[in-house]
């Protein structure tokens, strides 16, 4: 079994920045994607960013040149750098990790970005 844990959300202004972590823990193998999704009340969940243990990524576009995604594979530990927020942004974050034994999701945590 794999848990994940986000932190770092909250409340900023438009133009500002904040850090998400997800921290990974349990049966976690060597190979495996991570990845940040947002959904707001209404919609379906949407995919921000993904990176791959060898450290691929891919982005979407709403979010590309503004948003950075990294990883600590030692620390099993998922960042993502958002930056020039914009009140879109605003949603519950949700970190998600797959590999051979499925994929799994953190509770959420909330980003409100005010204009």
């Known amino acids: 079994q794999v848990q994940l844990m986000e932190s770092g959300g909250g409340l900023v202004q438009a133009g500002g920045s904040l850090r998400l972590s997800c921290a990974a823990s349990?049966?976690?193998?060597?190979?495996?994607?991570m990845g940040w999704y947002r959904q707001t009340p209404g919609k379906q969940r949407e995919s921000v960013a993904f990176i791959s243990s060898g450290g691929s990524t891919n982005y979407a576009d709403s979010v590309k040149g503004r948003f950075t995604i990294s990883r600590d594979n030692a620390k099993y530990t998922m960042y993502l750098q958002m930056n020039s927020l914009k009140p879109e942004d605003t949603a519950v974050y949700y970190c998600n990790l797959r590999q051979s034994t499925g994929g799994y999701w953190g509770q959420g945590t909330q980003v409100t970005v005010s204009s």
């Open positions: 349990g049966s976690i193998f060597s190979i495996n994607v």
